[in-house]
Nanobody, 126 residues
Framework: QVQLVESGGGLVQAGGSLRLSCAAS????????MGWFRQNPGKEREFVAA????????DYADSVKGRFTISKDTAKIMVYLQMNSLKPEDTAVYYC???????????????????WGQGTQVTVSS
């Protein structure tokens, strides 16, 4: 069973950067595609970025393309989200998630993910 714990959130000025980390436990973590989602108060959880199980492909929401980068370090059992040029609208709780099946590609729908972390708060001020 894969367990995920996010970290790295915080308060940052617009235009600044943050790097989120997702630490995973479980022997088969390296076999799973991973994703990042975010949720604002009163809003639906939305897709941010995803990476294939072997890190050979990625996908990004249009709102973050060119600013955010997802990466995966299987040796350390970690997934990262480098966030640059942050905007106030990026403010949200960010969640790391693992696909329901191993050896898969990035997906945008939250229903494709079976394991979720607790989330880490990112607040971007003007």
């Amino acid at each position: 069973q894969v367990q995920l714990v996010e970290s790295g959130g915080g308060l940052v000025q617009a235009g600044g950067s943050l790097r989120l980390s997702c630490a995973a436990s479980g022997r088969t973590f390296s076999r799973y595609a991973m994703g990042w989602f975010r949720q604002n108060p009163g809003k639906e959880r939305e897709f941010v970025a995803a990476i294939s199980w072997n890190a050979d492909s990625t996908d990004y929401a249009d709102s973050v393309k060119g600013r955010f980068t997802i990466s995966k370090d299987t040796a350390k059992i970690m997934v990262y989200l480098q966030m640059n040029s942050l905007k106030p609208e990026d403010t949200a709780v960010y969640y790391c998630a693992a696909r329901s099946r191993p050896y898969t590609v990035p997906k945008r729908l939250q229903g494709e993910y079976g394991t979720w972390g607790q989330g880490t708060q990112v607040t971007v001020s003007s």
